[in-house]
């Protein structure tokens, strides 16, 4: 008995093996219960053997079948889901769908199928879900679905039903979801829905059926008294009319209606019994041009909270539309092009005092040609209002006045949590707005950006000097040390981007004192010049942006006291080529949470690889559109950085290392990197690159082989990186053959450079040995010849002394065990100052110059020991001079003998440092190496 088991077992699977391996289908979960085979967008045209006996869900979908055989499916008895949609399939047999009793879901969608007969499904009695949307039925039968008993779920959308007859789903107890929509039905017959005891959701948009008594026929709906959701839009196009009698009084359980309107609609006492509606949605093709006091009297003891209008061209709303609506929460009137926002605050009247979430009035007025004013006397009907979200966009607002919506007490400004006015045209007195940030009620968030004009003229109490309220404060701050905005406690997001036009420079503070909560402050596009500020108060902010201000100066600094940050925006400032170069490091010091930086569009051409060596918690940086010729940060830093945007800038390769170190992140996790827009070689020196270009995990601007870059050959052609790979081996062969003819003659030529020198010595052996005994006189000088390995020159000023006495020789002769000279502790008094300086410098191995603006003051200094140091330069001994600018050099005074011996001082022998720069910071390493390197 075991044995013949054990067979049984062996021959199903090989029997698996050798169905699967006739189809490319993708088998899975062949290791449970639940497995499943997906055999879509194979182009079939007919149904191959299926033995696959243990399979639960199949899919045929997107092939071109156009028949089913009679026994295609017979074997396949525990079948739970099948889908054929996407096919040609025009008929299907009786015997079609035989075996299949287990199967619960069937679709059949997007097929070409114009009829069914009542012995369809008869072998599929337990099917849940059938979907027959996109086909061409004209007409179904009273008994197609007669065996579908357990049916929940029928979509039978985009076909060509014209009539739903009597008793069409009489055999559907249990159905709950009916999708009839874009059909061509113009009407209804009485019992069209009789049977369907439980259906929740109906849907019958985008046909034909004319709000008329002769295509809804009385109490049509009669079966309907658990249904929760009716879509009826988009089917009576007529301007005039009304709602059919004894036809919504029986929907008892309905909760959401969108349903078509007219120029004067009326909802009336046949809605009465929609007491447990929530949602009335007349946004899809609404007519309504006048909303009379008694157009929605049906809804008086309802439960309604939400009501929208949308696109109706409301000219007129009576004072008393909304009056009998207690439960109201919601209402949206949006785009009502011929209403202006005074008309549409007046419509508010009804709900005077009630407690509101959300209304919004946004896009109205937008095709009116002139701009609009809120006077108090408007907005008071929403000031009377306790609401949290109101919405004004995009309304052509011009001005609000001052104590519109700030009346001390009021419901409005008690409530209001979030307001958004952005896409106006405010100009002038701004007052309301600021007394709304200022006020101290439950405001989280505001947004005003996107303004055309804005001014302000009078922003009382916005901004203060030291703690105090300044009236009429325009937007200058040329005498103000210190800026406060009060904001309410609540605030989590602030937008005024694109507000101002033109903006002073900020002063030396800006403190919030009761912004504990905001989270996001966008200050993007307002004009700033210069961003010296230091800004307080924001422990919690998530979201800085500064994008498109005139920051090209900014406080080292700014940053120091928003250490909560996530994301930075500092995208087209106009900052300077080398800004980053020396004040990267410091500016960014305390952002060590920070996961996104922008710094694209800016003029940015050198930075410091390590500045963000602290923020390792970045996810995504974008340098685009900038002047970078490498890579400005060093990715071994960033073990989560997920996108790295280096397009449009000057880049021409990617070294090895830089190639290496963007692999090992992609080995970790998805890595995008961007690098279109650059002027990429595939010059025979980085044709490595442009191998790696297309074997690379990493993700690309196109995606993998897709990613074909524009680039330029050694001799000039302008090509691509998907022509040099299709010809990979036609420039390999190039590039190598001329490596080989230069090795070939440079063999030949020493060949004839060894017989001459051979020659030469054989007849002046004796006048050569002397020549190199004279030369060995001369040997190159070396470290260990001097006793000191530098002479620091810097001038008497006290911080330059303290700088050299102090910080260098701790740093170097303790750190990096370096031999510093120092006059002020070497020199005794009394000596000759002209004679000490010359010993000094030659008893030492390397000459440092500290040049600050006190150097270039200090005449011993700049002058004297300036060209003393330029003597001491030799031909033996060509980099003995090292010049650290503590200052900028533009901001330096002139000085002839420095810039003399610039020209004699290699580049690499030239460092920026900034006087603060704390002892652990890599230049130290990299000044230290300099003195102790030998000449080459």
């Not at 003051?857 to 140091?869: L, N």
Request: proline content about 3%.
């Amino acid at each position: 008995m075991i044995k013949i088991n054990t067979f049984a077992w062996v021959a199903l699977f090989a029997t698996h093996i050798v169905s699967t391996a006739t189809l490319p289908c993708l088998v899975q979960g062949e290791d449970n219960n639940e497995t499943a085979v997906d055999c879509s967008h194979l182009h079939l045209t007919s149904l191959p053997p299926l033995d696959f006996y243990y399979v639960t869900s199949l899919d045929f979908s997107f092939n071109s079948l156009s028949f089913l055989h009679g026994s295609s499916f017979s074997r396949l008895t525990q079948l739970r889901h099948l889908d054929l949609s996407h096919n040609v399939l025009q008929t299907l047999d009786k015997q079609s769908f035989q075996g299949l009793r287990e199967l619960r879901s069937l679709d059949l969608s997007s097929n070409s199928m114009s009829a069914l007969t009542s012995l369809t499904f008869v072998h599929v009695p337990n099917l849940e879900v059938l979907k027959l949307d996109q086909n061409n039925f004209k007409t179904l039968g009273r008994d197609v679905f007669q065996d579908l008993t357990h049916l929940r779920h029928l979509d039978l959308g985009n076909n060509d039903l014209q009539v739903l007859h009597n008793d069409t789903f009489a055999h559907l107890p249990h159905l709950t979801w009916l999708g009839i929509g874009s059909n061509r039905l113009e009407r209804l017959e009485a019992g069209a829905m009789t049977g369907l005891n439980n259906l929740i959701n109906l849907d019958l948009s985008h046909n034909q059926l004319s709000l008329i008594a002769t295509v809804f026929p009385p109490r049509v709906f009669a079966s309907l008294g658990k249904l929760q959701v009716l879509h009826l839009e988009h089917n009576d196009d007529s301007q005039n009319g009304e709602y059919p009698d004894n036809v919504f009084n029986d929907l008892v359980s309905l909760t959401s209606l969108t349903i078509d309107t007219f120029s004067e609609v009326h909802f009336g006492q046949d809605f009465a019994a929609l007491r447990n509606i929530h949602t009335l949605d007349l946004s899809e093709n609404c007519k309504i041009s006048h909303l009379a006091n008694d157009s929605l009297e049906g809804f008086k003891n309802s439960s309604l909270t939400f009501l929208h209008f949308e696109g109706c061209g409301m000219n007129g709303v009576e004072l008393c539309a909304f009056c009998e609506l207690p439960s109201l929460k919601r209402l949206w009137i949006i785009d009502q092009h011929w209403m202006t926002p005074n008309m549409a605050l007046e419509s508010l009247y009804g709900l005077q005092f009630q407690n509101m979430t959300e209304i919004s009035l946004s896009n109205v007025g937008d095709f009116l040609q002139f701009l609009h004013v809120i006077d108090s006397h408007s907005a008071r009907f929403l000031r009377n209002i306790c609401v949290s979200r109101v919405s004004m966009v995009h309304s052509g607002l011009q001005r609000l006045a001052g104590n519109a919506l700030t009346v001390r007490n009021s419901p409005f400004l008690n409530c209001i949590e979030h307001a958004d006015f952005s896409q106006n045209r405010f100009i002038g007195d701004v007052s309301a707005f600021v007394k709304l940030v200022t006020s101290k009620g439950r405001l989280r968030t505001l947004s005003l950006q996107d303004q055309q004009t804005f001014s302000i003229g009078d922003a009382q109490c916005l901004v203060s000097q030291d703690f105090g309220c300044k009236e009429n404060l325009v937007i200058g701050f040329h005498h103000v040390t210190t800026i406060v905005v009060k904001t309410p406690p609540n605030l989590t997001y602030l937008n005024i981007s694109s507000v101002f036009p033109h903006f002073n420079p900020l002063p030396v503070n800006i403190t919030f004192p009761s912004a504990t909560k905001l989270e996001e402050l966008d200050l993007s596009y307002l004009g700033m010049a210069n961003c010296y500020a230091t800004w307080y108060g924001l422990q919690n902010l998530k979201t800085f942006n500064l994008n498109g201000n005139y920051c090209f100066n900014i406080s080292e600094t700014m940053f120091d006291f928003l250490d909560s940050l996530k994301q930075l925006g500092l995208s087209n400032l106009g900052i300077g080529p080398d800004f980053f170069l020396s004040r990267g490091w410091r500016l960014f010091q305390n952002l060590d949470r920070l996961e996104a930086l922008d710094l694209s569009r800016n003029n940015l051409q050198f930075a410091d690889p390590e500045m963000l060596r602290a923020q390792t918690r970045l996810t995504k940086l974008d340098f685009s559109v900038n002047r970078f010729q490498t890579v400005p940060v060093n990715v071994d830093n960033h073990g989560d950085l997920k996108v790295l945007d280096l397009s449009h800038n000057f880049l021409t390769t990617l070294t090895s290392s830089e190639q290496s170190a963007l692999d090992s992140l992609a080995g970790r996790h998805t890595f995008r990197l961007k690098l279109f827009g650059n002027p990429l070689e595939c010059a025979c020196y980085n044709l490595d690159m442009v191998q790696w270009l297309w074997h690379t995990s990493v993700s690309l601007d196109g995606e993998g082989r897709e990613a074909n870059y524009t680039c330029t050959t050694g001799s000039g052609e302008i090509t691509s990186t998907e022509r040099v790979m299709a010809q990979w081996m036609s420039h390999w062969r190039r590039c190598v053959g001329s490596q080989i003819f230069g090795i070939a003659l440079s063999g030949f030529l020493l060949q004839i450079l060894s017989i001459v020198v051979v020659f030469v010595t054989a007849r002046s052996w004796t006048q050569l040995c002397y020549a190199w005994k004279a030369v060995r006189r001369h040997r190159l000088p070396r470290r260990h010849h001097f006793r000191r390995d530098a002479y620091v020159v810097y001038s008497d000023a006290e911080r330059d002394v303290i700088l050299a006495c102090v910080t260098l020789r701790e740093v170097l002769e303790e750190k990096y065990s370096v031999r510093l000279l120092l006059r002020d502790r070497e020199d005794l008094p009394g000596s000759v100052k002209a004679e000490s300086i010359v010993q000094h410098i030659d008893h030492s191995w390397k000459v440092v110059l500290l040049v600050t603006r006190d150097f270039s003051q200090d005449e011993w200094a700049c002058g004297f020991t300036v060209q003393q140091a330029q003597s001491s330069i030799t031909d033996t001994m060509p980099d003995r001079v090292i010049v650290v600018f503590l200052e900028e050099p533009r901001v330096l005074p002139a000085m002839p003998s420095l810039r003399l011996l610039l020209r004699m001082v290699p580049e690499s022998n030239i460092l920026h440092v900034h006087r603060d720069t704390p002892p652990q910071h890599p230049v130290w390493k990299t000044l230290a190496d300099l003195i102790t390197r030998e000449q080459s």
